[in-house]
């Protein structure tokens, strides 16, 4: 039995949600009394009961709107569109969690700040990988998604898009400096493949977004190894040091 809590069956409550559920349970009832007779409703009640009940006044309601001249499949999309608006208003994040770009739906990305001065409805900061720019977007405009899977990085597992990134930088950074190790390669390939594949930015986004980090991390490695220095040029720090004659 799935019943619907009696809160929202009395349409009581501040919640205009509540509010309208309740309305179109009273609308139900009547509808059930019109088609069959007078009892004991079953709205809300058993699913499978209800199920058919809604069938069978959204089949009505084509008849009516046929009758009326209006397109039944566009004013049902519009009402779904409408409702899914409502839905995606009502979710509440959190910083770190994932979500998409309902306007741009190839967009994957991490709430990285909330901005609550409206607390009704407040907005985030949404940083998708490989764009320069933060999103500043309403509820509204996001859906939760699963988050990033891990990926196997040179020395330990990214689960996370930071973690992941700082694994690309450093693969690239060995690389860039003519590292021959084969495994710096394949952490490449495979931490590129797995961002591209769950952020929905192109390789070209991502590195191109990251050269500045990169470039510190080159400088970096470049500090902490000496570079080997030409033997002609070794040969001519000898000779000042050990001038010509001297014992």
Excluded at 160 to 171: F, G, H, P, R
Excluded at 192 to 211: P, R
Aim: aromatic share 6%; with cysteine.
């Amino acid at each position: 039995m799935n019943t619907v809590p009696a809160s929202i069956t009395a349409g009581s409550g501040d919640d205009p949600a509540v509010q309208r559920i309740g309305a179109v349970t009273e609308a139900l009832r009547t509808y059930e009394r019109r088609m069959f007779g007078d009892g004991p409703s079953a709205v809300p009640g058993e699913r499978t009961y209800v199920q058919t009940l809604t069938s069978a006044l959204l089949c009505d309601l084509e008849h009516f709107a046929s009758a009326n001249g209006v397109d039944f499949t566009e004013a049902a999309v519009a009402g779904h569109e409408t409702y899914a608006d409502e839905i995606a208003a009502a979710r509440r994040y959190a910083i770190g969690d994932a979500v998409q770009l309902r306007h741009s739906p190839h967009r994957r990305g991490i709430i990285s700040g909330i901005d609550d001065a409206h607390k009704e409805d407040p907005s985030y900061l949404v940083r998708v990988p490989g764009l320069p720019y933060v999103h500043h977007e309403h509820a509204v405009s996001l859906e939760p998604v699963g988050s990033f899977p891990p990926v196997k990085g040179m020395f330990r597992a990214a689960v996370t898009v930071d973690q992941a990134e700082a694994e690309l930088i450093d693969a690239w950074a060995h690389l860039h400096l003519g590292s021959a190790e084969a495994a710096w390669t394949q952490t490449y390939d495979r931490v590129l493949k797995a961002l591209t594949a769950w952020s929905g930015s192109t390789s070209h986004e991502l590195l191109t977004n990251l050269q500045p980090q990169i470039n510190e991390r080159v400088r970096q490695l470049r500090a902490a190894v000496p570079l080997q220095e030409h033997p002609a040029r070794l040969a001519s720090h000898d000779n000042t040091t050990h001038p010509k004659g001297s014992t």
